[in-house]
């Protein structure tokens, strides 16, 4: 079976504007203190499956999962968050990095937030999240 999350990863990473920020810092479930910035975390949060045996749902899951653009400023998060929004992800659609994906949406607006450091130093963290659902085939 297909990780939809390592699949967005792949997506992600696959985007010339994500992946000039980030490099390869898209990482899965939190943020290390001390990390490197940019980056950004995704979450998958929950999973529905339609348990429909026929049917335009048969097979269907729905994932939320959320996805932390972090930077040093607050203009840089905001812009990593709007590069993220413009990727791939609002035209995947299809089989694509191994997840058969039916639609995307936006779940819930940005929430925006600054993490104060725990290692001493005064570099605050600044975020932007946002919850994107996922409707895919099952395999």
């Known amino acids: 079976m297909a990780d939809l999350g ?3 990863r792949a997506l992600l990473l696959a985007d010339a504007t994500v992946l000039a920020s980030v490099g390869s810092r898209i990482i899965p479930d939190q943020l290390a203190q001390g990390e490197s910035l940019p980056a950004i975390v995704y ?3 929950d999973t529905t499956h339609y348990h429909d045996i026929t049917g335009p749902n ?3 899951a729905r994932s939320r999962v959320t996805i932390e653009c972090f930077a040093d400023t ?5 812009t990593l968050a709007e590069a993220v929004r413009n990727s791939g992800i609002r035209t995947w659609s299809g089989d694509a990095y191994g997840v058969d994906v039916r639609s995307v949406e936006i779940d819930s607006g940005a929430f ?3 993490e104060q450091p725990s290692d001493g130093t005064h570099e605050f963290r600044y975020g932007v999240s946002v919850d994107y659902a996922f409707h895919y085939v099952e395999t």
Not at 74 to 78: G, H, L, S, T
Request: overall charge positive; charged content about 20%.
């Open 6 to 8: 390592e699949s967005l």
């Open 43 to 45: 979450r998958v949060i």
């Open 58 to 60: 048969a097979g269907i």
């Open 74 to 78: 607050r203009a840089a998060a905001n």
């Open 112 to 114: 925006y937030f600054a």
